[in-house]
């Protein structure tokens, strides 16, 4: 193994070759494929855990708990690709590398032995970073140690080596009035559009709930939240995972005093190519080996509380599953303008307390509706997004296909 210092190489051993970096917090790590000119041929060369493969080279994301990384097979990589380059940013927006102590370590890939490491010094005020490089040389690769900081971010990296970036107008000085000034969205790249660097890194200011900050996610820090339609929060409090076990309720009265309605609350789980692996149901309460479990059916839907309740062990979900819908049916065919008070909330497991809630407004005469989806991140990490969507199915088994075209 070599410990690599900045601007020394190495000669790769091996044709296939992981380049991770690891740090303190958590990084974002991406790989740029570049011509002998240092530029992308175009945005399908920017490979990042929204764009995971491209010729020859992968992302690899570590679960949240190991480094993410870079794969690349040498013998794969398309004539005129000369380099790819690994950058890592850190993932809270803004943060710097000043403290962070980032280490690159290169293996092969194919028996995880470690060929060199690498880490950066004297870091301080960048967001964003060059760290290895992996290039052909004379008709061989080698991987050289980089270390090159940007203090623009993501954004300044992928202007560099020839990635569309968004424009984004500059911010304006802070003003007394926290209302957000509303204006035309800009016209979107071609390619796919990574959001660490579709909007560079801005100080910290409240996030207006009307407008998806550059993160397009909302805090749990503050407490509760109330979701809108088509709202994101990430289930992450003070930077860390909340606790795994958690449950969501559904709960609605029939909008006409009298008449009894039966809606069914169900889950429906997906794998990361929207494949259908299994549904949870009032025939069918428990799934993933225990992982997902259904307290019963509610013929009535009277009473208060939740009518339904899914305990959802986010920590024993096996990895092929990957996205969760949360849906509700009227078994016995009443549309959903005679529900009144539909609505979904996300209860912690361990304390019962409520951290999401999402109320259902504006009914469509339909028999289905589709109430929330829960995505897991690469990192690990689960997003909750409100969703308030109508489809005309009695049963769950009717809602499968809608869901999955809805992830």
């Not at 890939?109 to 960048?126: Q, Y």
């Not at 911010?171 to 926290?178: D, F, I, M, S, Y």
């Not at 660097?197 to 996610?217: C, N, V």
């Not at 820090?221 to 969501?248: C, F, H």
Request: glycine share 10%.
């Amino acid at each position: 193994m070599t410990a690599m210092t900045p601007g020394s190489n190495i000669p790769l051993s091996a044709a296939r070759v992981a380049v991770e970096v690891a740090a303190p917090v958590r990084l974002d790590v991406s790989g740029l494929l570049l011509t002998s000119a240092g530029k992308v041929r175009s945005d399908d060369d920017f490979i990042f855990y929204n764009q995971p493969a491209g010729p020859g080279v992968t992302y690899r994301s570590g679960g949240g708990t190991a480094p993410d990384s870079i794969l690349v097979d040498t013998a794969a990589v398309p004539p005129g690709i000369e380099k790819i380059v690994v950058t890592a940013s850190p993932d809270a927006a803004g943060q710097t590398f000043q403290g962070i102590e980032p280490t690159a370590t290169v293996r092969n890939a194919d028996d995880n032995s470690v060929l060199a490491t690498f880490t950066p010094p004297r870091l301080g005020t960048e967001t964003a970073l060059v760290v290895i490089e992996v290039y052909l040389r004379n008709g061989a690769w080698k991987a050289r140690a980089v270390g090159q900081g940007y203090a623009n971010g993501l954004a300044g990296i992928a202007t560099d080596f020839g990635v569309s970036v968004e424009d984004e107008p500059a911010a304006p000085a802070p003003v007394p009035t926290p209302a957000p000034v509303t204006a035309a969205p800009p016209v979107p790249p071609t390619g796919p559009v990574d959001p660490r660097i579709a909007a560079p890194p801005m100080p910290p200011a409240p996030p207006a709930p009307a407008a998806p900050a550059a993160t397009g996610k909302i805090s749990l820090d503050k407490g509760r939240v109330n979701l809108q339609k088509n709202q994101t929060v990430s289930l992450v409090k003070g930077g860390r995972p909340l606790l795994s076990q958690v449950k969501m309720g559904l709960g609605w009265e029939p909008a006409f005093r009298g008449k009894d309605i039966d809606l069914d609350a169900s889950v429906i789980a997906y794998g990361p190519q929207r494949n259908h692996i299994d549904s949870c149901y009032f025939g069918k309460l428990s799934i993933l080996n225990g992982a997902i479990k259904h307290s019963g059916d509610n013929l009535t839907g009277e009473g208060a509380g939740d009518d339904e309740v899914i305990i959802v062990d986010l920590g024993r979900i096996p990895p092929e599953a990957t996205g969760l819908v949360f849906t509700v049916n009227s078994f016995t065919g009443q549309k959903f303008t005679q529900v009144a008070k539909a609505y979904c909330r996300l209860i912690d497991g361990a304390t019962g307390e409520e951290l999401v809630r999402f109320d259902l407004t504006g009914a469509e005469p339909q028999t289905g509706v589709m109430m929330a989806k829960l995505i897991k991140q690469f990192s690990g990490e689960w997003e909750m997004t409100a969703m308030g969507d109508f489809v005309k199915s009695r049963t769950v088994r009717g809602m499968v296909k809608p869901a999955a075209q809805a992830l």
